[in-house]
Every structure is written in C-alpha cells, then in structure tokens.
C-alpha cells in the first residue's frame, strides 16, 4: 500500500497553523508572470503538488521557472519558445488552459488542450472560449487532436458580459487584454479575492485594470514589468480546512495570516453553530470548539457566498451537529464524491432532492434537464464516526476525508493522499503539529 494516510482518530486538534500562499492565486499569478518583460519574483508560493505540475509544464515551453528559496520563485518567460502546451503534461493541472494569454501574446498564434471534465464536474469552458472570441481571437477546437487552436485576428478589444460568473473565466479575460489593443469590459465578472490578488499583481506592474463591482475595464498597456517582489496571500481553503479540522475535534486553533474580511461567509455560519470565533488583531482568527454544536443549512455561491470549496468541510462539521442541515451544492455539479466514503464511517447522510423553481439560473454550471443531478444532501447529527478505509476522488473530498478520520474513533486508510498534496503543503506536519496522529505511507 502506498499513497495513502493512515490516521488514528479521536484526539482533540489544538495549537497553531501559519498558513500556506493560496493556490488558486499562485497557479494564475505564475502563469501571468510569463507576459512580463522582466523577470519576475513571487513570495509566499505554497510548495504543493499542482506547483510543481505547473512549473513542470512552464519549462517544457521554454520558461525559466525556480525556487530562489523555499517558498520564493522566480519565473523569466522570455525563453518561452512553444506555442503548443503538450497534452500529457495539461492532463495533470487543469488551469493549463490559461496559457492561452501569455502564448497569443507571444505568439499570436497557439495550440492549447481542452481542459475536459473532471471528477467536480463536466465544466466545459464554453463561457472562456466566447468571450475570448468577443474581444476578436480566433478559435476552434479540432475534436481529432484535442486541442484549441487560437489566434488573434486583428486587435484584442471589446466588450464581453459572462452569462453566468466564472472564476477563471474572469482571470482568463483579464490576462488577454492587459497587453491587449484596445479598451476592454467584461461584466458579471466573478468576486473571488484570487482574481483581486491577480489584479493587484498586474496594475503593480503597469497593468490598468479598474474593478467595479462586477464590471473590470482594462485599458492596453505596452508592457507589465515587475519593480518589487511580490507576495501572494494565504490560502481561505486552507484556512476554513484547519478551522474545520480544530472544531470538529473539539480542539481549538489560531490560524495566521489570514484578512477576516475573505472568510467572513465563513466565520458568520461558525458563530450560528455555536463554534467560538475570535478576531485578533488584523490577520488572526483564533476557531474553537465551545459546546455542542447545532446544525445548520448552506447552499454554495460564488463570493461572497458560501464557497463550494468550503461545503465538504461544512458536512463533517455537520455529523457532528445537533439536528438536521442540508448543503445545497450550486456551483459544480459533482462535488459530493465524499459522500459514500463518509458512509462508511458511519455518518448519516442521504442525497435528497430540493425543488428549484428555476435551475438553469439557479446553478452556476449549465444545467440541463435531461441530465440526472445530486446537487443536495441532508446529514443528521451528531453521530459518533468510526474508522474505515476511504478512496479520495478530488481534493477538498480528500481534505474532508482526512478531517472524518481524525474525529473517528480508530484507524483509518485513506487511499489517494496525493491528491490531498496537490492543494495542501505540509499537511501531514501540520496536522502533527496540532496534535493529530497520521502518517504517510
Ligand atoms: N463553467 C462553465 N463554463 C465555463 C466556465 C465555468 O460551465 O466556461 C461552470 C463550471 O463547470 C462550474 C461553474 O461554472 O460548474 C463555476 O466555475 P468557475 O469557472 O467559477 O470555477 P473554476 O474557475 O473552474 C475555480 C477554482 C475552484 C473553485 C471555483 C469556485 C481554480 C484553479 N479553481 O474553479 O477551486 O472551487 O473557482 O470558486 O481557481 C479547488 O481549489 O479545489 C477548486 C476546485
């Protein structure tokens, strides 16, 4: 057996964790990093798996990418020489298709894998691959080979308005027409705090992006060179994982540094379950068990609403709540693989069907009323969970996986820990050093 965690449950999570760079900052941020004129040097990257897959890829293309230190990269995407990202490489990390804005710059020309589905969900990117046809690129897909095919056809330029908000639908955009010919809007545009990092980054390098609630106006800018270092942010998921791990096991835990403000949603439902929530000072959250905790319903939105990445966490919380909650996911439409493993332990849960009056509005993927969907679960607690041996399928399943078997009494074999490393750095010593028991095999 390998690639797997073996976990003892049921000690109470106690301590401190300084939180790793975001990753879904960092994959965008290094990937911009290529449009630069200079050299570029980003802090605070988290050292997990999806990195090291990026930079893997980046220097197939010809980019010099390496850690200056631990957590410090430096990227030069002068070299780029490619025009063509290799397929086996794209099928390891997903947000490879966001080449298609550092390589038209270069090139004008490039050839990108489609992304495909994943095990969260079908998610085409249908809205991305509109839009950058709105503001005047060229693209077809050649259904043979599996690739795109763009190519700027006279100015990138325009307008384009998301039928529905997508997170790095909107960073895409934005990357193609910071170097772009002419003004830019996108509206409905997505609020994560990632895409306000990615835009921090570029207007410090020149860029002229104006964010407007939901409305970004770009104006072209010559070039984006870098004048200081620049740091990435901590990671929310991985916070709201530790303050979910903590609390679940009836621990306690001071998560640094972290702004208050982008796990607010969060931290609002802790209070209404009975968790203890404490802001100290400007980038400490202190999360801590404080009674039995009382069940509560959430339905997942984009920001500022209650993250999908977050619901996973929010249902081993809930098999240790009085009553009954329901997670209604919106987001994506597959994101409960967890459920059965849960089973297993002995948690209470049941997919169950809640009428919509209107899904295509309400689901942020395509809906489409031929197609069967299991968008909500209904979990009764507070139900003692035992060990077992559980598959991981997607990263956040495979974090709330590990949270169910630290609160379980016994052992537990959670197969697919590599999954869990794409997102998380350190985890097996962080979670040590909070207390729990695990080791990687
Ligand atoms: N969608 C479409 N067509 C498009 C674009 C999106 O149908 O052209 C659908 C998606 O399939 C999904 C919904 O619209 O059902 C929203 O997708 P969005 O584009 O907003 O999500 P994403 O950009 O693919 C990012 C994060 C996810 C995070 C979501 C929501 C990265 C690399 N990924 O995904 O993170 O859950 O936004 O905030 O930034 C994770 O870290 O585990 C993860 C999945």
Redesign the pocket.
């Known amino acids: 057996m390998e690639n797997a965690f073996i976990i003892k449950g049921g000690n109470k999570l106690k301590g401190s964790i300084k939180l790793s760079g975001a ?3 960092a ?2 941020i290094i990937i911009a990093a290529l449009m630069f004129k200079n050299k570029v040097t980003i802090k605070n990257v988290p050292r997990i798996k ?1 990195v090291e897959e990026l930079i893997h890829l980046l220097t197939t293309l010809g980019a010099e990418v390496d850690f200056h230190d631990r957590h410090t990269l430096e990227i030069d995407g002068k070299g780029l020489k490619s025009n063509k990202v290799d397929l086996l490489h794209a099928s390891k990390i ?2 490879s298709f966001m080449l298609f804005a550092p390589l038209l710059h270069k090139f004008s020309t490039c050839y990108v894998p489609n992304p495909g ?2 095990r ?12 950058m046809k709105s503001l005047g690129i060229r693209i077809e897909y050649d259904s043979d080979t599996g690739f795109y095919y763009a190519q700027v056809k006279s100015k990138i330029q325009g307008y384009y308005k ?1 039928p ?8 895409l955009l934005i990357m193609l027409s910071v170097l772009g010919d002419d003004k830019v809007i996108l509206d409905n545009t ?1 609020l ?1 705090p ?1 895409i306000d990092d990615l835009i921090r980054f570029l207007n410090l390098a020149g860029a002229r992006i104006k964010q407007l609630g939901k409305k970004i106006t770009i104006l072209p800018v010559k070039e984006l060179k870098q004048k200081d270092a620049f740091e990435i942010n901590s990671d929310r ?1 991985e916070a709201v994982t530790y303050a979910s791990i903590a609390t679940a096991s009836k621990g306690e835990i001071m998560l640094s540094p972290i702004q208050p403000e982008i796990l607010k949603t969060f931290t609002a439902k802790m209070k209404q379950i009975g968790a203890e929530v404490e802001n100290i000072g400007k980038s400490l959250i202190r999360f801590g068990y404080a009674g039995p905790l009382k069940a509560s319903s959430v339905q997942t939105s ?2 500022p609403g209650f ?3 977050w619901q996973p966490c929010w249902a081993i919380l809930m098999t240790q709540a009085k009553g009954e909650s329901v997670i209604h996911e919106r ?3 597959n ?1 409960f693989s967890y459920v059965t493993e849960l089973r297993k332990l002995g948690a209470d849960i049941d997919f169950v069907k809640i009428p919509v009056k209107n899904p295509a509005e309400y ?4 809906f489409s009323p031929d197609k069967k969907y299991h968008q909500a679960i209904r979990i009764r607690g507070p139900q003692d969970l035992h060990g077992g041996v559980l598959n991981v399928a ?3 399943a495979g974090a709330t996986l590990a949270t169910a078997a630290l609160i379980a009494d016994g052992e537990s074999v959670i197969n697919g820990a590599s999954i869990i490393e ?2 998380y750095e350190n985890f097996v010593e962080k979670v040590r050093s909070l207390g729990g028991e695990i080791k990687k095999l």
């Open positions: 990753k879904n900052a994959l965008k999806d997903r947000v589905g994943c969260i969900g079908a998610r085409p990117i249908d809205r991305i691959i509109d839009g998301y529905k908000v997508t997170h790095t639908g909107t960073e997505a994560e990632e998921n984009p920001h993250m999908t990445d987001v994506f439409e994101r689901f942020f993927f395509n997607d990263l956040r794409r997102g």
